[in-house]
Structures are given as structure tokens and as C-alpha cells.
T-cell receptor, first 113, second 114 residues
Framework: DGGITQSPKYLFRKEGQNVTLSCEQNLNHDAMYWYRQDPGQGLRLIYYSQIVNDFQKGDIAEGYSVSREKKESFPLTVTSAQKNPTAFYLC????????????FGSGTRLTVV | GESVGLHLPTLSVQEGDNSIINCAYSNSASDYFIWYKQESGKGPQFIIDIRSNMDKRQGQRVTVLLNKTVKHLSLQIAATQPGDSAVYFCAENMLTGTASKLTFGTGTRLQVTL
């Protein structure tokens, strides 16, 4: 079955450490996205990529970095520069210029300890 | 700035009744409006979308209404079931060039009572 796989589901990080969240899709979608969700709030866009080897900052890119070396993969690194990294991170993909029917992964819950 | 908001943070509905979830938007240039359902600990799931040049669209047990005059979007769920309990998000999508970019509202929690 096609879909998006995020790993790990739960992640704990010590302050000052970088951590990378994985996102893989086998839907042959061109575009991929990373969102952050805080409790009781909506989703905020961190980074997005419309094509391999290209990506753009979203609304809250500070303290995050991404790469898009393969169409199927869009990993997100939460760096030590991110002051409040504890959140639920969601990866999504869509056909290029999609109407909005994004397919989301099941998310990674990151906790800083 | 542009925003997508919701009128009610929590909605309680009795099983079998119809549910109506409302959303206000501010960006008149949006091309599509979308409803997502999110269950606890999971990613959002696409429910239905509507193009900006339409007023109504129906799916299985769901109907989305778009009123561009007052910038209002609603999701109607017929014969609400316990499995419908979740947080519902509206989102707007403005297509530019080769890109699409969703802006999400804060969500409405639907509680289905027996």
C-alpha cells in the first residue's frame, strides 16, 4: 500500500543536541512538507519541497533544516538553535500543485528532556 | 495577515444527529478549501475539498458549503457516529506557479455522545 512513513513515533532529545526525523513516501508525489503541531493548535508549516534538490522555508523555519536528495525522502533536522522543539511533527506529501489533498504521515512526537 | 479561524473550539453532538462545523477565512485569493479529520496521536486525514468557484460539494455523509460573500466555510456530517469523534481542521490553499501551500485553522473538537 502507498503511504508516508515517519519514524520514530516518539523521540527524546537532550537540550543542545540535534535530532533528525525521517519521512519516506512511496506515492510518487513531487511535493513534500513538514508541519509542526503544538497542543490544541493547528499545523504550522516549517519547510516544503516541490522537487528534488529544492526546498523553501515555511512560516517557522528558524532552528530547522531539511534536505531533499531523493524524491521519496524529506528528512527534517531539529537543531539546537530551535528554542522550543517539543512538539508533534507531521510530514505530508502531495502531487505538484495539488488542490490540497495532502497525505500525512502518522507523526513524530519530539520531547526535549 | 492571512488567517483561517474556527468559530467553536468544541462541539458536542448526540449520536445520530447531524453535525455542523464552521470556519471563517480571510484570504479571498485562496483556490481551494479543505477539511481534515485528525484523531488523537495521528496525522490529519483528508475528508473533502471544494474549489473556490463552487458553493457546495457532497461526499459520503459529508457536505461542504462555501459562502464567499461572508468568507465562511462549513462541514456538515450526517448521522454522526462515535467514530466521527476527532478534531476537524479547515485549511485554505492558494496555488502559485508550481506550488501549493496550505494554511490551517486551529481546529474544532467534535465529541459524539451516546
Amino acid at each position: 500500500d502507498g503511504g508516508i512513513t515517519q519514524s520514530p513515533k516518539y523521540l527524546f532529545r537532550k537540550e543542545g543536541q540535534n535530532v533528525t526525523l525521517s519521512c519516506e513516501q512511496n506515492l510518487n508525489h513531487d511535493a513534500m512538507y513538514w508541519y509542526r503541531q503544538d497542543p490544541g493548535q493547528g499545523l504550522r508549516l516549517i519547510y516544503y519541497s516541490q522537487i528534488v534538490n529544492d526546498f523553501q522555508k515555511g512560516d517557522i523555519a528558524e532552528g530547522y533544516s531539511v534536505s531533499r536528495e531523493k524524491k521519496e525522502s524529506f528528512p527534517l533536522t531539529v537543531t539546537s538553535a530551535q528554542k522550543n522543539p517539543t512538539a508533534f511533527y507531521l510530514c505530508a506529501s502531495s502531487r505538484d500543485r495539488s488542490s490540497g489533498g495532502y497525505t500525512f504521515g502518522s507523526g513524530t512526537r519530539l520531547t526535549v528532556v | 495577515g492571512e488567517s483561517v479561524g474556527l468559530h467553536l473550539p468544541t462541539l458536542s453532538v448526540q449520536e445520530g444527529d447531524n453535525s455542523i462545523i464552521n470556519c471563517a477565512y480571510s484570504n479571498s485569493a485562496s483556490d481551494y478549501f479543505i477539511w481534515y479529520k485528525q484523531e488523537s496521536g495521528k496525522g490529519p486525514q483528508f475528508i473533502i475539498d471544494i474549489r473556490s468557484n463552487m458553493d457546495k460539494r457532497q461526499g459520503q455523509r459529508v457536505t461542504v458549503l462555501l459562502n464567499k460573500t461572508v468568507k465562511h466555510l462549513s462541514l456538515q456530517i450526517a448521522a454522526t457516529q462515535p467514530g466521527d469523534s476527532a478534531v476537524y481542521f479547515c485549511a485554505e490553499n492558494m496555488l502559485t506557479g508550481t506550488a501549493s501551500k496550505l494554511t490551517f485553522g486551529t481546529g474544532t473538537r467534535l465529541q459524539v455522545t451516546l
